[in-house]
């Protein structure tokens, strides 16, 4: 019933930005929280950032001061925005959303996932 459709992963230098996007279909009721996991190769799937609708966010202590996420919630979409990028950010980024549906359920949804390499 939910789909989590991510973009904007890519290839890029070491000290560069990339901005990773994400929204949600379906029959979405709300969305209280939406956040970014990443897993490296070879590494457990982590926390990356993490934003409820009300405005908390969360960071992995590894990424503060460099990553901002943020939320449109109008559209059921949530950003990343990755700035000063090193080779310990490689890997594949998840979205993932505690969704509550029009019928009454709720949704631990994640999406497909998309590469982010940063290379030295």
């Known amino acids: 019933q939910v789909q989590l459709v991510e973009s904007g992963g890519g290839l890029v230098q070491s000290g560069g930005s990339l901005r990773l996007s994400c929204a949600a279909s379906g029959s979405i009721s709300s969305i209280p929280r939406m956040a970014w996991y990443r897993q490296a190769p070879g590494k457990q799937r982590e926390l990356v950032a993490a934003k409820t609708s009300g405005g908390t966010t969360e960071y992995a202590d590894s990424v503060k001061g460099r990553f901002a996420i943020s939320r449109d919630n109008a559209k059921n979409t949530v950003y990343l925005q990755m700035n000063s990028l090193t080779p310990e950010d490689t890997g594949v980024y998840y979205c993932?959303?505690?969704?509550?549906?029009?019928?009454?359920?709720?949704?631990?949804?994640w999406g497909q996932g998309t590469q982010v390499t940063v290379s030295s």
């Open positions: 993932n959303a505690g969704v509550l549906v029009t019928s009454g359920g709720g949704y631990d949804s």
